[in-house]
């Protein structure tokens, strides 16, 4: 895991002044001083010029946030180091904000075009691929499904996002050990392209077939908020199982226009001159550690952040949806989520929130994989650049990545009526297993409240909680 010449952990000596220094036309260009920082304190230079810029955006003050815009260009590129990538793809998605302003030059340099569906696949399977993440979630849910359905003769599992065979063709495999035989096993998978269902059924009914087991596949062709459970075709006698991955927080965006009825007040942030009075701490840090512990402790969550159940109660489309669910009385249900806070109504906690997110996610490719990797660049470009793009730069119901935490999705899924089921320690030794045996070193698995959450070093990325529907006297 050593990381490449560059890397950008951080000292703060020759940047010591810097965040008093004013983003104005006043600095000149092409401002020669950024080009002689080394790769350390380059990396805290791009920190600071990131959040001005974003303040700067958030502020409306179009051309500071220019002048920000071509400082940064001088130092960030999707070829460098970690905060090199990083500010390349920030930058993309301030910029794009900016341009949105004026609609018709937006749409004349982002023309509309057909997704290759065969490039969404290769970028979600190259993500699999290059990181443990999922691979983590399969395992960990495939087992709480294993001991919730077992006895069962007949199961049904509705995967809200049916896309990988790797994780029931891992289920299968297992069931065709039971004790007892297998059950008859029907899965419904939910996508909304057709040619990914066809390829998840082709696989699985294979794998069916070759260990003997009973198995049925019902593809439904549908976005998940156009969903109608209907078509779900759950049948009495069925002991039920939903896995959701990576899905819920798409919901989110049908309810943004009520949350901003509410708060209409919480586009700006009060707090984004805090920006001028963040400390440099003379003490050699990594990039993580500062992000860490300056950048988020200098800006105050918005109000939607709170955990309230007023705040969550202004998500009609969410807890329609969780009610729908607990209607079908699932006997388990497995979440996973990402685990921060991108849904908040300020630019600049989505800003800060996001960078600490994708900057643990960039550094797990950089002490991995090396910079020159076709498939590191695609996964950055077309996976976290996009998403990174739609948090900073959508407002609306076009913004679709609206992660948040564990705390808050325990509250929602509460309020709908379901009750936490402790994940095993069986499932946290298999999950602490797998990464053993394949040298994923730097990843960790933490409990916390019966739920795990899956971490990059300390940094915690990902969550998966279990639940069952509770019964209403």
């Known amino acids: 895991m050593a990381q490449e010449e560059g890397s950008s952990s951080v000292t ?7 965040p008093w220094m ?27 010029l990131l959040l001005a810029c974003a303040n700067h955006v958030a502020a409306g003050s179009i051309e500071n946030a220019n002048i920000g ?61 290059l990181f443990p993440f999922l691979k983590l979630s399969y395992v960990i849910t495939n087992q709480a499904i294993i001991e919730a359905m077992e006895g069962e003769k007949m199961v049904h599992i509705i995967d809200l996002n049916s896309s990988e065979p790797a994780q029931w063709i891992n289920l299968l495999q297992t069931l065709s050990a039971r004790p007892e035989g297998p059950p008859h096993l029907r ?13 998840m059924a082709l696989r699985l009914t294979e794998e069916a077939e070759k260990l ?41 965006a049908m309810d943004d226009e009520m949350h901003r009825r509410n708060s209409p007040s919480g586009s700006k942030n009060p707090n984004s001159n805090h920006f001028q009075r963040v400390q440099i701490n003379q003490n050699r840090r990594t990039l993580g550690d500062w992000l860490e512990r300056d950048v988020v ?64 996610l960039f550094d797990c490719l950089e002490s991995t994989v ?58 946290r030794l298999q999950a602490n297993r797998f990464l053993q045996s394949y040298g994923y070193d730097g990843y960790k698995i933490k409990e916390d409240n019966g739920c795990l959450i899956i971490c990059w070093q300390d940094r915690p990325l990902f969550s998966v909680s279990a639940w069952k529907f509770r019964r209403y006297d």
């Not at 703060?12 to 810097?18: A, E, M």
């Not at 590191?376 to 996009?386: D, N, P, S």
């Open 187 to 199: 899965i419904t998978g939910i996508h909304e392209q057709k040619e990914v269902l066809e390829q």
């Open 370 to 427: 090396s910079r020159v990797s076709l498939e590191r660049h695609k996964v950055e470009k077309m996976l976290f650049g996009e998403e990174i793009k739609n948090i900073i730069a959508c407002e609306g119901t076009d913004r679709k990545e609206r992660h948040e935490k564990l705390e808050k999705w325990m509250l929602r899924l509460e309020l709908a009526g379901f009750g936490t089921i402790p994940l095993s320690y069986h499932g």
């Open 69 to 129: 815009l071509e400082q940064i260009s001088h130092l960030a590129s999707p070829d460098g180091d970690t905060m090199q990538r990083i500010a390349a793809y920030f930058t993309a998605g301030l910029a794009d904000r900016i341009l949105k302003g004026w609609p018709g030059l937006h749409k004349a340099l982002n023309p509309k075009q057909a997704s290759l569906i065969s490039e969404e696949i290769l970028v979600q399977r190259l993500f699999f691929e």
């Open 297 to 360: 402790n200098a800006y105050s969550s918005s109000p939607d952040s709170a955990l309230s159940p007023l705040s969550l109660a202004a998500s009609p489309k969410m807890g329609s949806f969780l009610n729908a669910l607990r209607s079908l009385s699932p006997k388990l249900m497995v979440i996973t989520e990402q685990e921060s806070n991108h849904n908040g109504f300020a630019l600049m906690e989505r800003v800060t929130e996001a960078l600490n997110f994708y900057a643990a």
């Open 12 to 18: 703060s000596s020759p940047l010591q002044f810097l």
């Open 22 to 48: 004013p983003l104005s036309p006043g600095m000149g260009s092409p401002y020669p001083w950024l080009r002689e920082l080394k790769s350390e304190d380059r990396g805290l230079c791009l920190i600071h």
């Open 212 to 252: 003997d087991i009973p198995f049925q596949f019902n593809p439904i062709v549908s976005k998940l908020e156009n969903l109608d459970l209907e078509n779900l075709r759950v049948k009495t006698g069925e002991a039920l199982a939903i896995s959701s991955v990576l899905q819920l927080h798409t919901l989110l």
